[in-house]
């Protein structure tokens, strides 16, 4: 197989996985909107999971050994560097999952009842955001520079919107429907703690993606990236994507799980 | 395209087959979420008790009303205050079909509760609510019909002697029979939504 069919494919294969992701999300929307579905809420979930894990963040990587052993070369270092990223996201997923326990507990089968059109506005948008990283990602690996700083930038632009749409538009939605993080409530103190509590939280690893891809384009702009050296740009891919897998199990369990519940 | 990715889109089509099969199963018809009696259901227990106004309240003569009853005392330190202040967000959370939900708060301790101490005593909740007391003959046999458990403590806090009640939430549809009831502690959006599909259904 040549170069250029190998990457065609590889685009292609992110197209396809793009649709799967896609077809899932509107799904889990359907279904809700439908019944109470937990268990499939659920398994949807763990589906989308898996294929960003697999597809978008190439778990599969870790298991990749360097032939000449050499501790000096960049392909050796890349792997011990991709398990500290790895190290990394397993214990920032410990922070993500102490907040669905929270919630768990706290609120139950019940959600806040927030703007439904705006949450799967902004999980599309993030969604999207995903699939142009992972194009972004492929066109560095064959070395196509200005294909990356492009497809980068799309992503910086998605995210940033979903940043706002969270922090701007939702936060004070939100607000206005009178949830508020009034802790000391115990109406509209835990509902509006977790609410703020894991859309915060999650928008603070969106902002420091944004960084962190404002950081890796500006690289590539320099000239610091090859096809055969880019463990940044892989880097930021990935924790991007986990910024992602984190709202796919968050948005279930904010605006689909359980009754809604107006506050008061 | 690659096989593996084919096998994933058999799998991600057969969750899709699943959600929406299981949607079609389970979206109709909505359930009730308080705790149904059987049918045929039974009709409610006769309550004929004089209100604070001096007028007799029958539950026989309400038409077009989903009565709420509640069993309590006034001087109740834990259970009642928050059952009735559970069913005054009921009725905001109702918004214009609370026109068509009566709540009713009757006494288990008529010693102390006068007509007019259990009345002023609901109206600090919401002034639509009635608040009914009698005498124990009369009493008797309502709380029997609802079977109610009561018991006189020798326990006492600061307002007053303790006496220990079934502290469940009786709903009495629009044909005067016993619907449905909640134990305590049950999301009062449970109850609105139960309401909600009666006068649905209703209409």
């Not at chain 1, 949807?44 to 898996?50: N, P, Q, R, T, W």
């Not at chain 1, 000096?72 to 792997?79: E, L, N, V």
Request: hydrophobic share 50%; charged share 15%; proline share 4%.
């Amino acid at each position: 197989m040549s170069h250029s069919q190998n990457k065609s494919a590889a685009l292609m294969q992110g197209v396809i996985i793009f649709v799967y992701l896609t077809v899932l999300t509107i799904l889990e929307y359907y279904v809700a909107v439908l019944f109470d579905a937990v268990p499939l809420l659920i398994i949807v979930a763990i589906a989308k999971a898996a294929l960003v894990l697999y597809y978008f963040m190439h778990i599969y990587k870790l298991n990749e050994t360097d032939h000449d052993e050499n501790p000096d070369s960049y392909a050796f270092k890349t792997i011990t560097n991709r398990l500290g990223l790895w190290l990394f996201l397993l214990s920032d997923s410990f922070v993500f999952a102490g907040l669905l326990v929270m919630r768990s507990n706290l609120l139950g089968l019940t959600r806040p009842e927030l703007n439904q059109a705006l949450g799967l506005g902004v999980t599309a948008v993030l969604l999207i955001s995903s699939f142009f990283m992972n194009r972004g990602e492929l066109q560095m690996a064959h070395g196509d520079v200005k294909g990356f700083m492009r497809n980068t930038a799309i992503t910086f632009i998605l995210g940033l919107g979903f940043l706002l749409g969270v922090v701007l538009l939702e936060w004070q939605i939100a607000a206005h429907e009178g949830l508020t993080a009034d802790f000391g409530n115990p109406v509209t103190g835990p509902v509006g703690g977790v609410f703020y509590m894991m859309t915060g939280m999650h928008a603070f690893h969106v902002f420091t993606g944004l960084i962190f891809l404002a950081v890796v384009w500006n690289n590539a702009r320099k000239g610091l990236y090859t096809a055969e050296k880019h463990w940044g740009v892989e880097a930021a891919a990935v924790y991007w994507h986990f910024v992602d897998l984190v709202w796919i199990f968050f948005y279930p369990a904010l605006y689909l799980i359980g009754t809604a519940v107006a506050a008061h | 395209m690659d096989k593996k990715l084919i096998w994933i889109g058999v799998g991600i089509l057969a969750i899709v087959v699943l959600g929406i099969a299981s949607s079609v199963l389970f979206a109709e018809p909505p359930s009730f979420r308080g705790t149904s009696y059987a049918e045929p259901f039974p009709p409610a227990t006769e309550i004929e008790l004089t209100k604070s106004d001096g007028t007799v309240f029958r539950l026989s003569e309400q038409t077009g009303k989903i009565h709420l009853i509640f069993f309590g005392y006034t001087s109740c330190p834990d259970f009642c205050p928050t059952t009735l202040a559970e069913m005054k967000l009921l009725t905001d959370d109702l918004g214009s079909n609370a026109e068509n939900v009566q709540v009713l708060f009757i006494t288990v301790d008529p010693e102390k509760d006068t007509p007019e101490r259990i009345q002023e005593y609901v109206s600090r909740f919401n002034t639509n609510f009635i608040g009914l007391s009698g005498t124990q003959t009369e009493l008797q046999p309502i709380w029997q019909g609802y079977g109610i458990f009561r018991e006189v403590t020798n326990q006492s806090t600061a307002l007053g002697t303790v006496i220990n009640h079934t502290v469940r939430l009786y709903l009495v549809d629009l044909e005067g029979n016993l619907r449905l009831s909640y134990a305590y502690g049950t999301p009062y959006q449970d109850v609105v939504f139960d309401i909600e599909l009666l006068l649905d259904e209703a209409k």
